[in-house]
């Protein structure tokens, strides 16, 4: 089973390891990814802190989705249609290394974006 997390805060970051930790570690069939979007304060040293301890299989950094922090308008509205027609477009745009080919069984996430969709 491959399980990802996506998580946009620091508080959903300490969610995804305890339900990884408590529920799924010691699984020997399960592999989980973490996805840790910079939107929130220390995102880049919470993310290498979790890299560096190894407590997820991979463990990603993604650059925040500028279409959520655009303004109310026609050119967001376009955007955003834009990225979920195209989401490999949207996902390519928060990636700085390589995209990751996993498929997966379950996904984590509390809010709905493009990465996400």
């Given at each position: 089973m491959n399980i990802a997390f996506i998580v946009d805060t620091p508080y959903q970051t300490l969610n995804a390891l305890n339900l990884f930790w408590g529920n799924y570690?010691?699984?020997?069939?399960?592999?989980?990814d973490l996805y840790i979007v910079d939107q929130f304060r220390n995102a880049h040293q919470i993310y290498e802190r979790i890299l560096e301890?190894?407590?997820?299989?991979?463990?990603?950094?993604?650059?925040?989705?500028?279409?959520?922090?655009m303004p109310q308008g026609w050119k967001r509205s376009l955007r955003v249609a834009y990225s979920y027609s195209n989401p490999k477009h949207a996902v390519r745009n928060q990636?700085?290394?390589?995209?990751?080919?996993?498929?997966?069984d379950a996904i984590f996430a509390s809010v709905m974006s493009c990465f996400v969709a």
């Open positions: 570690h010691r699984k020997k069939n399960v592999t989980a301890k190894k407590l997820f299989d991979n463990v990603y950094f993604l650059r925040w989705e500028e279409n959520r922090h990636f700085d290394g390589p995209m990751p080919k996993e498929k997966y």
